[in-house]
């Protein structure tokens, strides 16, 4: 990425990466240390979508450029329009999400996946997401609590409370955590442990051993606590209803 926000030409990825980038992202790998998060956002999101009644939905994907979870409704799309600052072959229009450049009421759904923590204002793209949304439209949105910072550009980490007040102008807000307490331990030692391993021979070699141990005795370990504890849950999922 250059210093003024382009990409230069030989930073486009193929359709092949973009593609496998969100295929990574619905069905993680146990060396990906962040598999407990996202394996339970793909549940969530499976189960919301299962309950849209439409099966000609008009989606729209703010930070669209891989698309991750289109395909738990393939069969039901009847447009699809991803938009996002940066070029992909997925991409239908480079924007930014606080200036949505259609008209009102022209989506069923809006997917907004780990985006607002780079954008300054949340509640400009809120606003924009609530005029393009048809009524009784949905938003289905996941945000990050806490965590390891990931980019220079990142202003925001979220909770209930906050998502609550930004979506005050939607009817229903249903707010749910990817995964316990518990998961949310193991899932900030292991990223925490990756990015120490700085160099690429020392991740992939983490990635390799620790990081699936790290997955597997997270998962259990929420499996036996009975999942009662959110106090420390480092990402969540939001349905929001127009």
Same mark, same amino acid.
């Given at each position: 990425?250059?210093?003024?926000?382009?990409?230069?030409?030989?930073?486009?990825?193929?359709?092949?990466?973009?593609?496998?980038?969100?295929?990574?992202?619905?069905?993680?790998?146990?060396?990906?240390?962040?598999?407990?998060?996202?394996?339970?956002?793909?549940?969530?999101?499976?189960?919301?979508?299962?309950?849209?009644?439409?099966?000609?939905?008009?989606?729209?994907?703010?930070?669209?450029?891989?698309?991750?979870?289109?395909?738990?409704?393939?069969?039901?799309?009847?447009?699809?329009?991803?938009?996002?600052?940066?070029?992909?072959?997925?991409?239908?229009?480079?924007?930014?999400?606080?200036?949505?450049?259609?008209?009102?009421?022209?989506?069923?759904?809006?997917?907004?996946?780990?985006?607002?923590?780079?954008?300054?204002?949340?509640?400009?793209?809120?606003? /924009?997401?609530? $005029?393009? +949304?048809?009524?009784?439209?949905?938003? !289905? %949105? #996941?945000?990050?609590?806490?965590?390891? &910072?990931? @980019?220079?550009? /990142?202003?925001? $980490?979220? +909770?209930?409370?906050?998502?609550?007040? !930004? %979506? #005050?102008?939607?009817?229903?807000?249903? &707010?749910? @955590?990817?995964?316990?307490?518990?998961?949310? +331990?193991?899932?900030?030692?292991?990223?925490? %442990?990756?990015?120490?391993?700085?160099?690429?021979?020392?991740?992939?070699?983490?990635?390799?051993?620790?990081?699936?141990?790290?997955?597997?005795?997270?998962?259990?370990?929420?499996?036996?606590?009975?999942?009662?504890?959110?106090?420390?849950?480092?990402?969540?999922?939001?349905?929001?209803?127009?």
């Amino acid at each position: 990425m250059s210093s003024d926000g382009f990409q230069a030409m030989d930073e486009f990825p193929t359709l092949k990466e973009v593609t496998q980038q969100g295929r990574d992202r619905l069905l993680p790998s146990l060396t990906n240390p962040n598999w407990l998060v996202l394996r339970e956002r793909r549940i969530i999101f499976k189960r919301w979508l299962a309950q849209l009644p439409s099966n000609q939905l008009e989606v729209l994907d703010v930070g669209g450029r891989i698309q991750p979870y289109r395909s738990l409704i393939e069969h039901r799309i009847h447009r699809y329009v991803a938009l996002d600052v940066r070029v992909t072959p997925l991409v239908n229009a480079v924007a930014r999400g606080e200036y949505i450049p259609v008209g009102n009421a022209k989506f069923d759904l809006v997917i907004c996946t780990q985006v607002l923590e780079y954008v300054v204002q949340p509640s400009l793209i809120f606003a /924009e997401i609530h $005029r393009v +949304l048809k009524p009784d439209g949905v938003l !289905l %949105l #996941s945000v990050p609590s806490a965590g390891p &910072i990931d @980019a220079a550009e /990142e202003f925001w $980490r979220f +909770l209930p409370a906050g998502i609550r007040y !930004l %979506l #005050s102008d939607f009817a229903r807000v249903e &707010i749910v @955590a990817e995964g316990s307490s518990v998961a949310g +331990l193991f899932r900030t030692v292991n990223t925490c %442990l990756d990015t120490f391993a700085r160099y690429p021979a020392a991740r992939f070699i983490y990635r390799r051993t620790v990081a699936p141990l790290m997955n597997l005795t997270g998962a259990l370990a929420e499996a036996i606590s009975g999942r009662r504890n959110q106090q420390f849950a480092v990402n969540y999922s939001v349905l929001a209803r127009k």
